[in-house]
Nanobody
């Protein structure tokens, strides 16, 4: 079992950057794919990025490709989301979660964190 805790959110101006961190507890962290998702007010939770257990493969949503970068450090049980060129439409609560294999499908992810708020002002 994996438990996730996100941090690093905050308020940033459009065009700025933030780096989100997810620390995961549990012996199986290094064998799980990790994903980042987000949910804006009044909208459904959506996929942002995911990374395989080894870090060798990544998936991105079209809206974040080229601006966001997902990475992980299995030695520290951490996953990261570097967010650059932020836009007001990136404003949302960001969640990390673990899955048995790499996927874009949030229904395949378990062990969700509580989320961290990202607000991008125009």
């Amino acid at each position: 079992q994996v438990q996730c805790v996100e941090s690093g959110g905050g308020l940033v101006q459009a065009g700025g950057s933030l780096r989100l961190s997810c620390v995961a507890s549990g012996r199986t962290f290094s064998t799980n794919a990790m994903g980042w998702f987000r949910q804006a007010p009044g909208k459904e939770r959506e996929f942002v990025a995911a990374i395989s257990w080894s870090g060798g493969s990544t998936y991105y949503a079209d809206s974040t490709k080229g601006r966001f970068a997902i990475s992980r450090d299995n030695g520290k049980n951490r996953a990261y989301l570097q967010m650059n060129s932020l836009k007001p439409e990136d404003t949302a609560v960001y969640y990390c979660a673990a899955a048995p294999s790499l996927s874009r499908n949030l229904n395949l992810f378990d062990y969700w964190g509580q989320g961290t708020q990202v607000t991008v002002s125009s």
